[in-house]
């Protein structure tokens, strides 16, 4: 099958600083990967979308100097949180899709901020 | 963005069928899809159905679209504990934009 892992599960740090959470598809290679997040008790939503070696497209209202995204390979893609704050806490979900297929979904990491 | 709508919680006796609804308002969707999500877990695809087909059956789930009424559901025959999850219904519009809905709740009784 299809693995995409995430790397931390989650994490705590201190309001201020900046953390930086891995998507790894483990078997094959994603032309696409997606950051979603997930507020409690909510649905997911899309925070940007991002192609191997170039620049993530970011939703509607997601500020892209604050969530930065970096598709260096096809098989890692990283999002780092800048100056995070309380309110940036959440649950963060990446996908990677192949050419022409599903998106396969990481297990999600839990970012608190203190 | 598009709205996708579902009951928030549903709970059902263990060997009883559960049936989760979703609404959606995007009528160009291609894809409808099914995932679950565990406590602390990521989404798991459950099962998904073509926009031009109104019915699929994967073992004991069962989706039922209503294109014209824009209405998905998902039933889950012998619903088991493990089924406790949280289930989201979720619109494919275009080639990448995936649209979740709310989420339902599942909770089997034993």
């Known amino acids: 099958g299809a693995v995409v892992s995430q790397h931390p599960s989650w994490v705590i740090c201190k309001s201020g600083t900046s953390v930086k959470i891995e998507c790894r598809s483990l078997d094959f290679q994603a032309t696409t990967m997606f950051w979603y997040r997930q507020f409690p008790k909510q649905s997911l939503m899309l925070m940007a979308t991002s192609n191997e070696g170039s620049k993530a497209t970011y939703e509607q209202g997601v500020e892209k100097d604050k969530f930065l995204i970096n598709h260096a390979s096809l098989t890692l893609s990283t999002l780092t949180v800048t100056s995070a704050h309380p309110e940036d806490s959440s649950f963060y979900i990446c996908?990677?899709?192949?050419?022409?297929?599903?998106?396969?979904f990481g297990p999600g990491t839990r970012l608190t901020v203190t | 963005g598009e709205d996708v709508e579902q009951s928030l919680f549903l709970s059902v006796r263990e060997g009883d069928s559960s049936v989760i609804n979703c609404t959606y308002t995007d009528s160009s969707s291609t894809y409808l899809y099914w995932y679950k999500q565990e406590p602390g877990a990521g989404l798991q695809l459950l099962t998904y159905?073509?926009?031009?087909?109104d019915m699929k059956q994967d073992q004991r789930l069962t989706v039922l679209l209503n294109k014209k009424d824009k209405h998905l559901s998902l039933r889950i025959a012998d619903t088991q504990t493990g089924d406790s999850a949280i289930y989201f219904c979720?619109?494919?519009?275009?080639?990448?934009?995936?649209?979740f809905g709310t989420g339902t709740r599942l909770t089997v009784i034993p």
């Open positions: 979720a619109e494919m519009v275009g080639a990448n934009n995936l649209f």
């Open positions: 996908s990677a899709r192949r050419a022409s297929d599903e998106q396969y």
């Open positions: 159905i073509f926009s031009n087909m």
